[in-house]
């Protein structure tokens, strides 16, 4: 488990510290809380030199999952008069109807899942992940011209009893917070940096999460129940679970519009498992009819954040989540 805490500085996240602490093992299993009481001290011990020079006020926890959802929607607004520059209560009204019109598409995408069908949810996040002005992306709209605005929306769902175990670990150590896929949040802290387009992997114990970024956002969030540790207990079968593996990721694709992308960088990947992105490159490689780029996730890729404590690779799924909390993409 990574905690750390960070402060927004204008359009930069300054991280001022971590920490972090091992799991018990079966302690989380899928991104469900299991053994309360050993994530709760857990989560206590890996805040406690993350707070040392500041305490957090918000406080945001990245889980993946086979249920979590992101959904993604755009919606439209014409303005009455495109003469005039866009006021800033313009932009409050038309992103508070984009976020209920989202919430209502996601509500209507759930019910249609196969795998959510009579499963209880809850909503987990809700993000502005995009502004346009007459198809120009803008970081704000106030005081431009045009016709017709475009918010474009992120709602992210969760099983109800994954959620609610995640925030009943939280009240366990005495803090309150929210929740939110880490493939979401390690996607949006590199759409919005040098990796605006491509596939992210993260190999968890025994979780592997995918995000996919077009033109700076996250188009898509996946995850299945295959992880690291299931893989590193049968080394001499290796590079056929690789294949195995590889064909997983690609099939958590299938309903993507368009190729699966030709960049992709990982991360949780332990040297005795690089086999893994190697089939990954293989086997989109052949849909794509060509050569594809898969290297090991960087922390130069992150040119939004930066800390006064060394970062690591597997540090940026807390620091994700710490860039929404700290509405760095406000």
């Known amino acids: 488990m990574r905690a750390v ?54 406080l945001l926890v990245a889980i993946d999952g086979d249920d979590v959802r992101t959904y993604h929607t755009s919606t439209s607004f014409e303005r009455e008069d495109s003469a005039s520059p866009v006021a800033i209560g313009e932009v409050t009204r038309a992103t508070r109807d984009a ?19 009579g499963v209880a949810t809850a909503r987990l996040h809700d993000d502005v992940a995009g502004l346009w002005l007459d198809g120009r992306p803008l970081d704000s709209l106030v005081g431009h011209r045009g016709r017709l605005v475009q918010v474009r929306s992120d709602v992210s769902v969760a099983p109800l009893v994954l ?48 995000a996919i970024l077009r033109e700076g956002r996250v188009a898509a969030t996946r995850a299945f129940g295959l992880g690291r540790a299931v893989l590193e207990a049968r080394p001499d079968l290796v ?25 992709w960088v990982f991360s949780g990947v332990p040297e005795g498992l690089i086999a893994l992105p190697q089939a990954l490159g293989e086997v989109i490689g052949e849909v794509r009819g060509g050569d594809v780029e898969i290297t090991p996730l960087a922390v130069s890729l992150v040119s939004r954040a930066y800390g006064d404590v060394p970062l690591r690779a597997d540090d940026l799924v807390a620091v ?10 406000a």
Do not use: M, N
């Open 5 to 58: 805490v960070a402060r927004r500085e204008d359009t930069r996240l300054r991280v001022i510290g971590k920490g972090e602490t091992t799991l018990a093992g079966g302690a989380v299993v899928g991104g469900l809380v299991v053994d309360r009481a050993a994530v709760a001290a857990a989560l206590e011990l890996a805040l406690a030199p993350a707070e040392h020079a500041q305490r957090a006020e918000r």
């Open 99 to 117: 976020t209920a019109a989202a919430a209502r598409s996601a509500t209507v995408a759930v019910e249609e899942d196969p795998a959510l069908r």
């Open 163 to 210: 959620s609610g175990a995640a925030v009943s670990a939280l009240e366990a150590a005495r803090r309150r917070g929210s929740i939110v896929p880490g493939a979401y949040a390690l996607g949006r802290l590199l759409g919005s940096s040098q990796f605006s387009d491509g596939g992210v992997i993260r190999l968890g114990t025994d979780v592997t999460a995918v």
């Open 239 to 263: 590079l056929s679970d690789a294949r195995v593996w590889a064909d997983c990721v690609l099939a958590s694709l299938r309903g993507l519009d368009g190729l699966p992308p030709q960049r």
């Open 320 to 329: 994700g989540a710490a860039a929404l909390g700290a509405e760095l993409y």
